[in-house]
């Protein structure tokens, strides 16, 4: 910090501008939204950014640093460690900051416009124990993708994507008949089996948790769909040799080639599919029975900490950071969902962005992983290393989810110990 400050704005944020009486300087740690060529930094949004708040606001200064997602997490971890926590931070977690107590409240910080302009979905998403602490920054979900020349030369309708599990293997079959390499992807692998796996455990009524928040991931649902996976995909030789060690990107580098029929995607996908020129197509996801009620939804996070004379510049800084202008510029540049409905009222609205509608209007059904818990970092871990197995030939459905909501309860019990 630099100084004291002294600012026209309040914590409930009127969004104006700082006195001359004293200066302050904000430090902030970014995730970077850029693409895997490295291309479109973030680091050039941020300073846009802060040129245009500092313009109106010459008593506040902004540093953003940004870096690879985990590595920005690594970036805010390390400072807190050295008692020099960054003032905001736009990073993947938040429960172990905000139990911590390092987090300023969402509505100390936030003015009640900007409060009441998030998306539904997102509104609660940022709780630990019903008090918000974590700002959605970006959102994301899961769709069906298809490669729709595939579909043709298996004499499927690319109009008629499937909308049961049973229709979806029924096209598997069809594509594997015509020397399709990987029918449907599975990415058990750890880099992706806690999304991979909640998406289909939702498609039959189940998820990480249930009633009053607690882990449910050995509900009957849930264990039914890892056996649904396992006696009628990867046992009829529709997807990978082993999902337990297949992860996203190496489905999505096949994918853009032609080499893979269906997978479940996210926007990022739908990046790599458009510069490869990949005839594809996406559709809501099926479910047990019908087309699934809900998606698997992702969301990055703004987290403001607590330093002494340092709120009332936040406030201010984040009144900017999510003015409409700046969050539909961000969501346009970076390809990800607003998260405030003026935002995703300006997308709806741009031809430009017709392609994403299904996106907008999923996004107000999807579950979310229960980031709210201090346990949910080292449970997610687990179940990436080993969800994947209850899936193989040999696999147990019951046994591998009944050990991992053991390890869930335990850390979950451990946690409320901090």
């Known amino acids: 910090m630099a100084g004291s400050v002294a600012l026209t704005a309040t914590g409930c944020g009127s969004g104006g501008g700082a006195s001359r009486t004293g200066d302050v300087t904000l430090t902030m740690v970014a995730s970077d939204h850029g693409d895997l060529e490295g291309n479109n930094p973030t680091q050039e949004y941020w300073d846009e950014v802060v040129a245009s708040f500092e313009e109106r606001n010459p008593g506040i200064k902004v540093k ?24 905001l931070a736009q990073i993947e977690s938040f429960a172990g900051h905000a139990a911590a107590g390092r987090l300023y409240r969402a509505d100390d910080v936030l003015s009640i416009p900007v409060q009441a302009d998030f998306v539904s979905a997102l509104s609660t998403a940022g709780e630990l124990r019903r008090v918000r602490y974590a700002m959605p920054f ?34 598997a079959v069809a594509l594997k008949a015509v020397g399709v390499d990987v029918p449907y992807g599975l990415p058990l692998g750890s880099e992706e089996a806690p999304t991979e796996a909640m998406t289909w455990m939702l498609g039959n009524g189940g998820g990480y948790t249930g009633d009053g928040g607690m882990y449910a991931i050995n509900a009957p649902a849930n264990v039914e769909a890892m056996g649904w996976l396992r006696d009628e995909l990867v046992d009829q030789g529709l997807t990978t040799s082993n999902p337990a060690v297949t992860n996203r990107q190496g489905l999505f580098n096949l994918f853009t080639g032609g080499h893979v029929g269906m997978l479940n995607g996210d926007l990022s996908l739908m990046r790599q599919a458009d510069r490869k020129k990949t005839d594809y197509g996406t559709a809501p996801l099926p479910g047990r029975d019908g087309l699934s009620d809900t998606t698997t939804g992702s969301a990055g996070w703004m987290l403001a900490f607590r330093r002494e004379g340092n709120r009332e510049a936040v406030a201010a800084f984040l009144d900017h950071v999510y003015d409409v202008e700046n969050q539909f510029a961000f969501a346009d540049r970076y390809h990800t969902l607003p998260v405030t409905v003026s935002a995703s009222e300006r997308m709806r609205g741009d031809k ?41 030939a040999d696999g147990d459905p019951t046994a591998v989810l009944g050990t991992l909501q053991r390890t ?5 019990e451990a946690a409320r110990d901090l």
Request: glycine share 6%; hydrophobic share 40%.
């Open 138 to 171: 970006t959102a994301d979900i899961q769709l069906l993708f298809y490669n729709r020349a595939l579909f043709s030369e298996a004499g499927l309708d690319p109009e008629k994507p499937p909308r049961t599990w049973e229709e979806l293997k029924q096209a």
């Open 64 to 87: 953003v640093s940004v870096h690879a997602p985990g590595k920005a997490e690594q970036k805010v971890a390390e400072m807190v460690g050295n008692d020099r926590a960054p003032d």
């Open 408 to 412: 869930a309860e335990e850390e979950e």
């Open 352 to 392: 430009r962005h017709k392609r994403m509608r299904p996106y907008l209007d999923q996004l107000g059904a999807a579950e979310f992983f229960p980031t709210n818990k201090v346990s949910w970092a080292k449970v997610s871990r687990e179940i990436g290393l080993y969800v994947g197995q209850s899936v193989l």
